[in-house]
């Protein structure tokens, strides 16, 4: 017992040393991101159920140069696939001899709300569909041509041009259709649960020690609102599933499949998560 | 003839087969490590930790990796100490060896379930391990000795 009031005491200290470190280094920093004149949502009050009280874009977690590079447009590397996926767009594909314009016109118009939307329940599959895999049913169902890879560079291009029509607007995904609730609370079992022999969850880095180093990475909330991104440290982007994966092999545990059910569940409860954000695609991150 | 050959490379095995028994029985393996009263009073190997080699280890990406979330000054050639977890100076003078011990082993045990710091030297890990780390600890039991001996001398 005393032995135990002991480990207490100590932690405590240690806690409150910690602490002084923490608020001198290490909070998310007190600035405003405005891209093209349009000022970005990167705090938001959490919704309810929230473990946080406020959502905090990644964005706020990043250095001066990267924060700087994602607030011009010209600067951002991100903003050539956005660029490469507008050229898809009106590139006509497959047997059916369509574009995605042949029937979707505008994109600024018509696809304005759906990176702040999806995932969303897709009936026919009876899951959740991201945009990724909309735009593979689009191509296979309407357009007869081939689903795109994982990660095949078209992909991660026209999914940040679609994402990027709904630049500002405020993370809002319908948990009422379908199932969605269901997969929120699977997504959500998967975000506590430790993978690897690492032996961490999403939460051991993004809620427990949000705010503080690990070693010269500066934790976020882990926030998905920037996807795809552009990332620095492998000079190109970055889509959900492939940083989803990232994540879980840094625990030192198998990988689970992208678009898997998993983490078609963790994409459902973490969007839910950054409610609120704007829609940053494509984000620029370290 | 052949049996004339097999001969001393049967012995050879046995010698092997006997050396690799006297290690292993100096050495506790993971499931039988026993952690009473907030300490490990017994170290994992018959060798001593090396505090030089257990420094290495600390700050190794690839080994224990400490320093991604605990800063140490004395170690002011590493660039980037995180603060996930408390900074270490001092350590030795708030802990003895046997409580260090059972903190690197497995920290869980020590502070709570809830704790971040992963077992260094334990094999109840998460779901799904990389397959081809099965079955192993992320120290050795040397490696968990040296990093002891290494965390002993953070004095303040």
Redesign the interface.
């Known amino acids: 017992m005393e032995?135990?009031a002991l480990?207490a005491g100590?932690?405590l200290c240690?806690?409150i040393?910690?602490f002084v470190?923490?608020t001198a280094?290490?909070d998310p920093v007190d600035d405003t991101l405005e891209i093209d004149g349009a000022e970005m949502i990167t705090r938001a009050p959490a919704p309810e159920g929230h473990p946080f009280d406020e959502v905090l874009s990644g964005w706020l977690f990043r250095e001066a140069e990267t924060r700087a590079t994602q607030e011009d447009s010209f600067e951002n590397p991100g903003m050539l696939a956005v660029e490469r996926g507008a050229e898809i767009w009106e590139t006509v594909e497959g047997t059916a001899g369509q574009s995605c314009a042949s029937c979707h016109e505008d994109a600024s118009v018509t696809m304005a709300d759906v990176g702040s939307t999806y995932p969303k329940w897709d009936a026919d599959s009876g899951k959740p569909i991201n945009v990724e895999g909309q735009i593979n049913k689009c191509r296979v169902e309407n357009m007869g041509a081939e689903p795109y890879a994982f990660d095949a560079e078209p992909q991660l291009s026209l999914t940040a041009f679609i994402k990027h029509q709904s630049l500002g607007k405020p993370v809002a995904i319908d948990l009422s259709e379908g199932e969605m609730q269901e997969w929120w609370e699977k997504g959500k079992e998967f975000y506590y649960?430790?993978?690897?022999?690492?032996?961490?969850?999403c939460s051991?880095?993004h809620e427990?020690?949000m705010g503080?180093?690990?070693?010269?990475d500066h934790?976020s909330q882990g926030q998905v609102n920037g996807f795809p991104t552009y990332r620095f440290n492998t000079g190109g982007m970055v889509s959900l599933h492939n940083r989803f994966r990232g994540c879980i092999r840094d625990?030192?545990?198998?990988m689970p499949a992208a678009f898997s059910d998993e983490l078609m569940a963790l994409e459902t409860y973490v969007t839910w998560r950054g409610t609120g954000l704007s829609v940053e695609t494509p984000a620029v991150r370290q | 003839m052949l049996s004339e050959l097999a001969k001393p490379l049967m012995a050879a095995v046995f010698v092997f087969a006997a050396m690799a028994a006297q290690a292993s029985a100096q050495e506790v393996a993971p499931a039988d490590v026993k952690i009473a009263d907030y300490a490990i009073s017994d170290p994992l190997t018959g060798s001593a930790g090396d505090a030089a080699a257990g420094a290495k280890t600390f700050a190794d990406r690839g080994l224990g990796n400490c320093l991604a979330c605990h800063a140490v000054s004395a170690l002011e050639t590493e660039q980037f100490h995180g603060n996930v977890g408390p900074a270490l100076d001092g350590v030795a003078d708030r802990w003895n060896a046997e409580e260090l011990r059972a903190i690197v082993v497995d920290a869980k045990q020590i502070f709570s379930e809830e704790t971040v710091m992963p077992a260094f030297y334990s094999l109840d890990y998460g779901i799904t391990p990389r397959k081809d780390l099965v079955g192993k600890t992320i120290l050795t039991a040397q490696q968990v000795e040296d990093v002891v001996a290494y965390l002993a001398t953070l004095k303040e």
């Open positions: 032995k135990l480990a100590t932690a240690l806690a040393t910690g470190i923490v280094s290490a649960t430790r993978t690897g022999q690492l032996d961490f969850s051991s880095c427990a020690s503080k180093y690990i070693r010269a934790l625990t030192r545990a198998e």
